[in-house]
């Protein structure tokens, strides 16, 4: 009898079982699955897009395409002086020959002291005249320019008696104001007759550090 009923018990309790675990997952609902992730692709960096090349104005064009600055220290007589050989070169980039009368353009390598202001700012190193400068012609200029009691080329901090300064140093087309006046189209600058028009002029700013003049 204790046998019967023990059967029975555990049979009932296994009925229950399975309608306990039914009834969970009739009341859960199906499970939903969610898809992974989608990854975003990375944005690949912009190339830039090369410029044409720059094409030559119709006509002829004297260009400064070059200006070379190169600083030394030497010193004489007890003193320091910073020494500047500048050599730059005037060529004609146009289509066309230049051809012009004397004293219409001449080609310029000036030195100007930011500190002072008019005309007395400007130190004209060199400089050279010339009337025809054929297409593909080139022409070198060459200067010096000394500055005394530097102490050093750059610019720093100044201690007591030291001051700061600066030169710049421009090579340059100098045209007379009238030669687009003179009907002559051989010696019409087609990039601009203005020293700072176009390529007309290449320039440096040199710093240093001198001895005061007080």
Not at 127 to 148: C, H, Q, V
Request: hydrophobic content about 35%.
């Amino acid at each position: 009898m204790r046998r019967k009923i023990t059967i029975m018990t555990l049979v009932s309790c296994l009925v229950v079982a399975f309608i306990v675990i039914g009834l969970s997952v009739s009341f859960a609902g199906p499970q939903e699955i969610k898809p992974p992730p989608i990854k975003k692709p990375i944005p690949s960096p912009l190339k830039p897009i090369p410029l044409p090349p720059q094409r030559p104005c119709e006509g002829p064009d004297p260009a400064v395409i070059s200006q070379r600055v190169i600083k030394s220290i030497v010193v004489r007589n007890g003193v320091k002086i910073g020494v500047l050989r500048i050599t730059s070169t005037l060529k004609n980039v146009g289509t066309q020959d230049f051809v012009s009368r004397p004293g219409q353009q001449g080609f310029v390598i000036q030195a100007k002291n930011p500190d002072i202001s008019g005309p007395r700012a400007y130190e004209s190193l060199a400089s050279k005249d010339f009337t025809r400068l054929n297409k593909g012609a080139s022409i070198t200029l060459t200067a010096t320019y000394e500055i005394p009691h530097i102490i050093e080329w750059g610019h720093r901090t100044p201690r007591f008696g030291e001051c700061k300064a600066e030169r710049v140093i421009m090579s340059f087309v100098s045209y007379d104001p009238d030669i687009l006046l003179d009907s002559n189209p051989q010696n019409d600058d087609c990039g601009g007759t203005g020293p700072a028009q176009g390529n007309n002029m290449k320039r440096h700013t040199i710093r240093y550090m001198v001895e005061c003049p007080w």
